[in-house]
């Protein structure tokens, strides 16, 4: 091992989470402020941390409401003393008892878009819950779309039979905003998706319904967005931590990129200027970064200090297996690196490497477990 | 729920990875009972099933060898009683400490590929291990060239001078017959890759090396070739579960496939035919199958009796997000599918799908563990 690193660096074994606390609370701090000089509510979306420890630096910001994709991350942060929370998913009839549960627990908010969904959440619910409709915009992952406001009307008046729901607002992801370049356009894309669900709320209000809030966010817009327009509160996720993705759309710098996977060099391909890391899909997850005809799994930085290098230059994850890692490197750099170094993968996608790791390790040693290190419920 | 099924079925309650053990039973005996019959090794990959319950119906077929691809499920599986096992990956230098552990307690392989690790192990392991040569016969994921016959004496003749170190052959994994379609591309890659290996094998046997072993196996050619020639063991791993990529291959049928992942419907999309269920990229992971200039990641069957069907012509996982698998269903099925209801997602790639999922439920309502649910070491 010739790599010069620090006293954290020399202690790795095999794939590590690696978190800059630091530049995670900058991430958080800005968007909060940003959020707080527009009058939004920001209801930061946990599912990209997943972790209590990490909660607590938004509510050090202020941050009393959160979103969360699923009814165990909604059960671990309401343990977390979490007491505003959107699940952010359709509602799954299945979990209907827990539920039932957290709706006597905490001020939970769900997100419906069918008739049978209310129906059914109307007849078993017996504490107040909020509902969100999930709109459409053009994402076409799911929600009812923005252009059948009769729809929507239809489905207000539906919740006004049930006394324990709540029609809070609209609610939309504009997912498409991943697969834009730079900030014009997903700002085009932020305005159109704007435009259609408020076009959704007049429609509501047209018919008489009142007070419908509005809530959007993804990381794109969010980050690059100078000004959110008429909405209530804003839900990104993804921008804490950022990634390879939101690189490549132009939504964060690389020294905003918050958390990169620490991996052993297990072996050195110079007649291809590729080396292969202890670090593949079981701990990346095999989410990609598509750039034209291309795709790859990551970017490369070096160890430096206690803490990481820029991306170098030409340097990509070229593919995943289970455990390995296949990176180039461009000839400049390639004679550096030797087998037993580690290289620094900044990821994909954020998100998914969190899941799949479980844990982090800050930049002062200190290990942060999330809600897949705790013992099942 | 208008879905008519058995009463496991209708105790999902969110993705849930199903196990049909007779057909994963089946498979193990097949290929158990080939590689018998050619008097070859079965030294099965425990990756794809990591789970110790399921390393006993291997045991049962007189299987005594084994493949694992991390120093953690060297241990797991040694802790399960098992003595001759291969770490098929590169040597990991920053795991040092525990490979010379695991040498001392069980027959432990390893996989070596430069003179820098063989080096490395030779100065510090004190009990004996195993060396394979990694060849590469073409598939460039890590390896020795095949084509390049000296550095294998070269490396051979630096073996020699450590006493704990003991060669017992060349090992290849021809994973490019992954991308081939049919027994007869398949078998081409095959004999293409064995040529190859043998090769090697002659170069070091002409220059003194005796008893050189020969390991392949990767599970399109282990299932589909007739013969597996001149070669001393077998060691494939996903051929046990199979899964749409292995399908796709044209490795399996489809009742030969041995996990689904059951998922629960969540909204229905019928203007363009899709729905969207409860198991995302955290549950079937992200990896996809390429048919063409299409990709997919997954695909589907409904429910039947205690089982699921076969896969729905023209079904398949459009997309996945977090969450969220958004799933193509055809007009003439759609009908059939209600929010509620279960689909079963036959996933692009088992083994990543067992690594993110942790457990398998059987369809007798047994929970079967793997390496992921057991408390870390």
Same mark, same amino acid.
Request: with cysteine; charged share 15%.
């Given at each position: ?11 790795? *074994? ?32 946990f ?25 165990? /991350?909604?059960?671990?942060?309401a ?15 299945? *979990? ?116 419908? *809030? ?31 993705? /939101? ?19 297990v ?18 997850s095999?989410?990609f970064?598509?750039?034209g ?10 160890? *430096? ?20 890692? /296949? ?30 790791m ?20």
């Amino acid at each position: 091992m010739t790599q010069t690193t620090s006293g954290m660096f020399d202690r790795i *074994q095999r794939p590590t989470l690696l978190l800059n606390s630091a530049i995670a609370q900058e991430n958080i701090h800005r968007i909060a402020i940003k959020a707080r000089e527009q009058g939004v509510r920001f209801r930061p979306h946990f599912k990209t941390h997943q972790s209590a420890v990490i909660g607590e630096w938004f509510r050090s910001e202020g941050v009393t409401a959160i979103t969360v994709s699923s009814v165990e /991350m909604a059960q671990y942060f309401a343990q977390a003393g979490w007491y505003d929370i959107t699940l952010a998913f359709p509602v799954n009839w299945r *979990q209907i008892e827990s539920l039932g549960v957290l709706s006597r627990q905490i001020r939970l908010g769900l997100l419906v878009e069918s008739p049978e969904t209310v129906q059914f959440l109307g007849e078993r619910l017996d504490s107040p819950v909020d509902l969100w409709f999930k709109v459409d915009t053009g994402n076409h992952r799911t929600g009812l779309p923005w252009d059948q406001p009769a729809a929507f009307c239809q489905l207000a008046a539906q919740v006004f039979n049930y006394s324990n729901l709540h029609l809070r607002g609209l609610l939309t992801h504009a997912g498409n905003t991943y697969n834009a370049r730079g900030a014009v356009q997903v700002c085009q894309l932020y305005l159109q998706s704007l435009d259609r669900i408020i076009a959704v709320q007049r429609a509501l209000e047209g018919a008489g319904f009142r007070g419908i *809030q509005i809530s959007v966010g993804d990381t794109p817009s969010t980050s690059l967005c100078p000004t959110f327009g008429p909405v209530d509160e804003i839900r990104p996720g993804n921008f804490i931590f950022y990634d390879a993705q /939101m690189l490549n759309v132009g939504a964060c710098t690389s020294n905003q990129i918050a958390v990169t996977l620490a991996c052993p060099v297990v072996a050195s391909h110079p007649e291809r200027s590729e080396v292969v890391v202890y670090g593949g899909a079981i701990h990346l997850s095999k989410d990609f970064v598509r750039e034209g005809d291309q795709m790859h799994y990551g970017l490369v930085a070096l160890p *430096q200090g206690d803490g990481w290098s820029a991306p170098l230059p030409g340097a990509w994850v070229r593919s995943l297996s289970q455990e390995h890692g /296949m990176i180039h490197i461009p000839p400049e750099d390639f004679s550096r690196i030797r087998v037993g170094d580690i290289l620094s993968i900044l990821p994909a996608h954020s998100c998914l490497t969190v899941q799949v790791m479980g844990e982090y390790l800050t930049l002062q040693g200190e290990v942060i477990p999330t809600l897949n290190r705790q013992p099942m419920a």
